[in-house]
C-alpha cells in the first residue's frame, strides 16, 4: 500500500526565519513520483514540485528547495527566509507506477508566517 | 485564461437533493480527474479519466457518477445528497494517465448539504 505522512499537522514560523515540511512515504513501487502542493487560504492548490524516484538531486526554486532521500524515503520541503504569503497548507503528495496517475495525498502541514 | 473551472463555486442544498459539478480544462490534458477534501483537509481520490475513459474509481458511494462527454470536460453528478457529501470538490487534469504528470487543479467547488 502507498502512504505518505506529514506528521507535522501546524507549524508557525516569524517572517523570515527558515522552515522545513517534512514529508516521509511508503511505496513498494521502484518507479514513482513525488509532489509538493500549496493551498494558501484562497483555497486552491498549486503545484509546485514533481520529483521522480531515480533521480535525487536537490532542487532549488528561489526561497525554496527540496530534499529527496530514498534512504529514508523523505521528501522534505524548506522554505528560506519565510514570508507572510507563505502561509497556507502545504500537501505532499505521492503517484506510483500504474498508469492511472492516482495521486495519494499526506494530510498537509498548515504554515502560518507571521510578521 | 483559465486553465482548469470549476461550476458553479459553491454549492448550497439540502438532503436528498441531486446536483451536479461541471469541470472543463483548457490545456488539451488526456487524463481529468476528481478528488473530495474534507472537513480536516484530507484530500482524497475519487474518479479519474483517461480520454473519456473511466480509469479509477475509488470506493465512493453509487450515487456519484463521473461524466465525460468530451477529453475537455468531466461533471460530477451527485444523487440523493447526504450531509456527509458536504466537503469541497476539486476538478484536475493532467497530460496523461501516468504518475510522470503533474495535476493542475481547478479552484474547487464547495458544497454544502443542510
Known amino acids: 500500500a502507498q502512504k505518505v505522512t506529514q506528521a507535522q499537522t501546524e507549524i508557525s514560523v516569524v517572517e523570515k526565519e527558515d522552515v522545513t515540511l517534512d514529508c516521509v512515504y511508503e511505496?513498494?513501487?521502484?518507479?514513482?513520483?513525488l509532489f509538493w502542493y500549496k493551498q494558501p487560504p484562497s483555497g486552491e492548490l498549486v503545484f509546485l514540485i514533481r520529483?521522480?524516484?531515480?533521480?535525487?538531486q536537490n532542487e532549488i526554486s528561489g526561497r525554496y528547495s527540496w530534499n529527496f532521500q530514498k534512504s529514508t524515503s523523505s521528501f522534505n520541503f524548506t522554505i528560506t527566509a519565510s514570508q507572510v504569503v507563505d502561509s497556507a497548507v502545504y500537501f505532499c503528495a505521492l503517484s506510483g507506477s500504474s498508469n492511472t496517475g492516482k495521486l495519494i495525498f499526506g494530510q498537509g502541514t498548515t504554515l502560518q508566517v507571521k510578521p | 485564461d483559465t486553465a482548469v473551472s470549476q461550476t458553479p463555486k459553491y454549492l448550497v442544498t439540502q438532503m436528498g437533493n441531486d446536483k451536479s459539478i461541471k469541470c472543463e480544462q483548457n490545456l488539451g490534458h488526456d487524463t481529468m480527474y476528481w478528488y473530495k477534501q474534507d472537513s480536516k483537509k484530507f484530500l482524497k481520490i475519487m474518479f479519474s479519466?483517461?480520454?473519456?475513459?473511466?480509469?479509477i474509481n475509488e470506493t465512493v458511494p453509487n450515487r456519484f457518477s463521473p461524466k465525460s462527454p468530451d477529453k475537455a470536460h468531466l461533471n460530477l453528478h451527485i444523487n440523493s445528497l447526504e450531509l456527509g457529501d458536504s466537503a469541497v470538490y476539486f476538478c484536475a487534469s493532467s497530460g496523461g494517465a501516468s504518475g510522470v504528470y503533474e495535476q493542475y487543479f481547478g479552484p474547487g467547488t464547495r458544497l454544502t448539504v443542510t
Open positions: 511505496t513498494r513501487d521502484t518507479t514513482y513520483y
Open positions: 520529483r521522480n524516484s531515480f533521480d535525487e
Open positions: 479519466y483517461n480520454n473519456k475513459e473511466l480509469i
